[in-house]
């Protein structure tokens, strides 16, 4: 049986915290955000999207305590993943994902995902608690179901 490969800390979120500083914020269609290099293409970006109607340092500040668990929550996502993979016994392909965009608020962000083997996106939600990020799993509140 095919197994899904899980790549611990693949994003290596640390290295995107020297972006999260004011100059770097942009506003595009309504919402503020910073774009985060996600690799050695220029290309290859994921933004950061703040739910809020200003960003200042203290949000700012937040967002740096969400990129030093990123990885940390990822690989959460990718076992996650992984586990789901064994019980379906579909192949590997259907659970392949890469981080697509984040969005932020002041005590949660919402991790949007996407399929790299096959088509699909599904969000995973995770909570700011005592200053530590924990994975709280699929935002089904974000990702409207089937038929609603």
């Not at 100059?23 to 703040?50: H, R, T, W």
């Not at 984040?102 to 399929?115: N, Q």
């Amino acid at each position: 049986m095919l197994e899904l490969k899980v790549t611990p800390d693949r994003n290596n979120a640390r290295a995107m915290i020297q972006y999260i500083e004011a100059k770097n914020i942009e506003y595009e269609s309504g919402s503020y955000l910073i774009s985060l290099p996600m690799g050695v293409d220029d290309d290859d970006q994921c933004a950061l999207y703040f739910e809020a109607d200003h960003v200042d340092e203290p949000l700012l500040e937040v967002a740096r305590s969400l990129l030093r668990d990123l990885d940390r929550l990822d690989n959460a996502v990718q076992a996650s993943c992984a586990d789901e993979c064994r019980k379906s016994g579909l192949h590997p392909r259907a659970f392949e994902s890469g981080l697509a965009f984040m969005t932020l608020r002041a005590d949660s962000v919402v991790l949007h995902y996407h399929g790299t083997g096959v088509n699909t996106e599904w969000d995973e939600l995770a909570r700011l608690e005592g200053g530590v990020w924990i994975h709280a799993g699929m935002d089904s509140a974000a990702v409207p179901l089937p038929g609603r």
